[in-house]
T-cell receptor, first 111, second 115 residues
Framework: RKEVEQDPGPFNVPEGATVAFNCTYS??????FFWYRQDCRKEPKLLMS???SGNEDGRFTAQLNRASQYISLLIRDSKLSDSATYLC????????????FGSGTRLSIRP | GAGVSQSPSNKVTEKGKDVELRCDPI?????LYWYRQSLGQGLEFLIY????????KSGLPSDRFSAERTGGSVSTLTIQRTQQEDSAVYLC?????????????FGPGTRLLVL
């Protein structure tokens, strides 16, 4: 089993729709979690951190479910510019250690 | 401020040649990562440096791959006797490291094409 798993997609949704995708992780001791965004032929960039209490940034909501060991990303009122690959990132331990990237979920927003 | 920089941005080489890829992390960042990304694929971890600790080389795909980090700053990824399957984008990232939450900052990558 991969340490971090994501549905590769692609998710193809109309503009204005709400879309959500999950990411599961295998190490229950994982401490910190992130969502990164990667545009085509560009480097990944941090979208948002995921806190235990969940967090929201505009149209984006990230949640953590420790019991089931997954994190989620919800995008409301999707825009064409949201089309990208969304990467789930897990830091297994609290001390400095190797961050693990999921393979990404491709999202395509159509007009 | 200055972000992570990588050079060259593009590299075309012939099979069997050696290549060196360079990464300049953000000043003060103690953690540095190298990843490889093939077209349409996810990030493949290669190697991780954290301060003065021994690097985590568990992701290096073969002994043709090696990396150094001199003075805790600049890093060089070397691929010897390149093969066509080495063609990919090589991404470097740095972070503050330590016990704090690690946000990684990526460089623009080096696109390597082995003919």
């Amino acid at each position: 089993r991969k340490e971090v798993e994501q549905d590769p997609g692609p998710f193809n949704v109309p503009e204005g729709a709400t879309v959500a995708f999950n990411c599961t992780y295998s190490n229950s001791a994982s401490q910190s979690f992130f969502w990164y965004r990667q545009d085509c032929r560009k480097e990944p960039k941090l979208l948002m951190s995921v806190y235990s209490s969940g967090n929201e940034d505009g149209r984006f909501t990230a949640q953590l479910n420790r019991a089931s060991q997954y994190i989620s990303l919800l995008i409301r009122d999707s825009k064409l510019s949201d089309s990208a690959t969304y990467l789930c990132v897990v830091n297994p331990y609290s001390s400095a250690s190797k961050i693990i990237f999921g393979s990404g979920t491709r999202l395509s927003i159509r007009p | 401020g200055a972000g992570v920089s990588q050079s060259p941005s593009n590299k075309v080489t012939e099979k069997g040649k050696d290549v060196e890829l360079r990464c300049d992390p953000i000043s003060g960042h103690t953690a540095l990562y190298w990843y490889r990304q093939s077209l349409g694929q996810g990030l493949e971890f290669l190697i991780y440096f954290q301060g003065n600790s021994a690097p985590d080389k568990s992701g290096l795909p073969s002994d043709r791959f090696s990396a150094e980090r001199t003075g805790g700053s600049v890093s060089t990824l070397t691929i010897q006797r390149t093969q066509q399957e080495d063609s990919a984008v090589y991404l470097c990232a740095s972070s503050q490291g330590g016990a704090s939450v690690e946000t990684q900052y990526f460089g623009p990558g080096t696109r390597l094409l082995v003919l």
